[in-house]
Nanobody
Framework: QVQFVESGGGLVQPGGSLRLSCAAS????????MGWYRQAPGKQRELVAT???????NYVDSVKGRFTISRDNAKNTVYLQMNSLKPEDTAVYYC?????????WGQGTQVTVSS
């Protein structure tokens, strides 16, 4: 069973940057499309960025031009570079497959954008 450990979140001012990491264990994820999801208080979890096994990427409109997803298959790790952060980016961020792996959600990493 695959497991994910997210890290890199924190408190940042509007306009700031963070780089999130997601380390996978239990299965090599190189052949799978992977995604970063987020869940803000009182809202449903949403998929914000996707990267295919071949490296093609896709983003939800609200983060296009600001977020960049990447992967290092040798490290079994997925990253999310977040620039020009806005208060509305505040959420717990998770990584998982696209589609998700069953029973595999990690603890996530909290991102808070506030002055």
């Amino acid at each position: 069973q695959v497991q994910f450990v997210e890290s890199g979140g924190g408190l940042v001012q509007p306009g700031g940057s963070l780089r999130l990491s997601c380390a996978a264990s239990g299965r090599m994820i190189s052949i799978y499309a992977m995604g970063w999801y987020r869940q803000a208080p009182g809202k449903q979890r949403e998929l914000v960025a996707t990267i295919t096994s071949g490296g093609s990427t896709n983003y939800v409109d609200s983060v296009k031009g600001r977020f960049t997803i990447s992967r290092d298959n040798a490290k079994n790790t997925v990253y999310l570079q977040m620039n020009s952060l806005k208060p509305e980016d505040t959420a717990v961020y998770y990584c998982n497959g696209v589609p998700v792996f069953r029973n595999s959600w990690g603890q996530g990493t909290q991102v808070t954008v506030s002055s």
